[in-house]
């Protein structure tokens, strides 16, 4: 087809297949086509292959980024493509590239997201038998609120701490980490009963982030190495945690359980206890705390033993 005068770079042109945004040419190209470079060598190489006697070429362009192209082709028996075919393959280019970049952008999105919360996840202790797994959600962004902790407090008592922010984005992860380092600043200073740390640390989520909810359980292990122990914990809006025996018997700590952090920090936040007795009584019971997102159904089992 004969070649259309220049035209501003910014719009569909019929000119050269390189410097303009889409370029058609036929099999049979002249000089116009570059036959010299062995790109355009292998593209009219491809198209006389297929038997094309017309093509478009549309770069697909995304943030001032060129993430491929694409080719139409007519073959022979069909009628050429021509100059008004060319605002159509344009538009088809343009929605291309913006879901290819989407894409793109998603993956990136995620891959950072995930490195991020796996970069908080904590060192456990190694004076106890201390096992946690974090498996990310695969239908999000692969990041949430969730988070586990464990760390020794100043007086030798052993947190076990789980819980989750709302939300499955890079904002909730970021303030749950900001809500794992007030706890822990929290707890080490005070080293107060659970419900009373709980208390504290309700009154600075909501100063710093009104409007947002998160569950936690926070639980302080005490006693020799060789026990018995006693485990103190309170609850805030969390999934109570799992008790298991050393005969197999099993129950959920229902007790010491309250509202969600960032409700109200005038509610009662209660605390329970364990005796030894019935607390792993020569170290032979284990204790096991899940999180199933606050308002979302996706496991990720996370069990200090």
């Not at 478009?56 to 694409?70: D, E, S």
């Not at 456990?124 to 407090?153: K, N, W």
């Not at 926070?218 to 969390?238: D, I, K, M, R, S």
């Amino acid at each position: 087809m004969p070649a259309a005068p220049a035209q501003d770079q910014s719009r569909p042109t019929g000119t050269r297949p390189t410097g303009s945004r889409t370029a058609a040419a036929d099999r049979h190209g002249d000089a116009r086509d570059g036959p010299g470079q062995p790109t355009a060598r292998r593209q009219l190489e491809l198209f006389a292959h297929m038997g094309a006697d017309s093509v478009i070429i549309a770069p697909l362009r995304a943030r001032r980024q060129v993430l491929g192209a694409l080719t139409v082709a007519r073959t022979s028996g069909r009628a050429a493509l021509c100059e008004q075919d060319l605002a159509l393959v344009d538009d088809f280019a343009h929605r291309i590239a913006l879901a290819v970049d989407n894409a793109r952008l998603h993956q990136e999105t995620q891959r950072i997201a995930e490195r991020l919360q796996r970069s908080l996840l904590p060192e456990l202790p190694r004076h106890l038998q201390l096992t946690a797994r974090y498996t990310p959600s695969r239908t999000t962004a692969e990041v949430g609120g969730d988070r586990y902790d464990s760390f020794l407090l100043p007086n030798g008592a052993t947190t076990l701490i789980i819980g989750d922010v709302t939300g499955h984005d890079l904002r909730s992860a970021v303030t749950m980490s900001h809500l794992r380092n007030m706890l822990r600043g929290i707890a080490c200073d005070r080293q107060g009963p659970p419900g009373h740390i709980l208390h504290r640390l309700d009154r600075a989520y909501l100063s710093l982030y009104g409007g947002a909810t998160a569950s936690c359980v926070y639980a302080l292990l005490t006693g020799p190495e060789a026990g018995p122990w006693t485990l103190e914990y309170a609850n805030a809006g969390h999934p109570p945690p799992l008790l298991i025996t050393y005969e197999g018997n099993t129950r959920y700590l229902d007790d010491g359980h309250g509202p969600l952090l960032g409700v109200d920090p005038r509610l009662p936040r209660p605390h329970a206890a364990e005796a030894p007795r019935v607390c792993c009584e020569s170290g032979s019971c284990s204790f096991m705390i899940m999180s199933r997102g606050t308002w979302g159904s996706d496991e990720r089992p996370v069990g200090p033993a």
